[in-house]
């Protein structure tokens, strides 16, 4: 299955949690964020994926992770976005 098929469950909602968390001068390109997710959940299937952002980085200084998780259906590689907490 080429990355470009698989989509991301959710993107909508991380798209917003991502803008409403990091400071604008430090985000980075959703699609690239997007790629790179994708491409770890194809080289390890049934694992959870996660992008890390320093509190320096965050609109209230507190670290954020927002995670992902990928699994096998019958009709192929499924990820999906779970949501951001504070580290």
Known sequence: ???ADIEIIHQEEFYQDYQENILPNYQRNIED?????ITASEEI?????YVFVEAERCIDHIAKRFTFTSFET???LEVQYMGVIDE
């Open 74 to 76: 019958e009709t192929g």
């Open 1 to 3: 299955m080429k990355t």
């Open 45 to 49: 299937p049934e694992s959870y994926q």
């Open 33 to 37: 964020l997007f790629y790179e997710i």
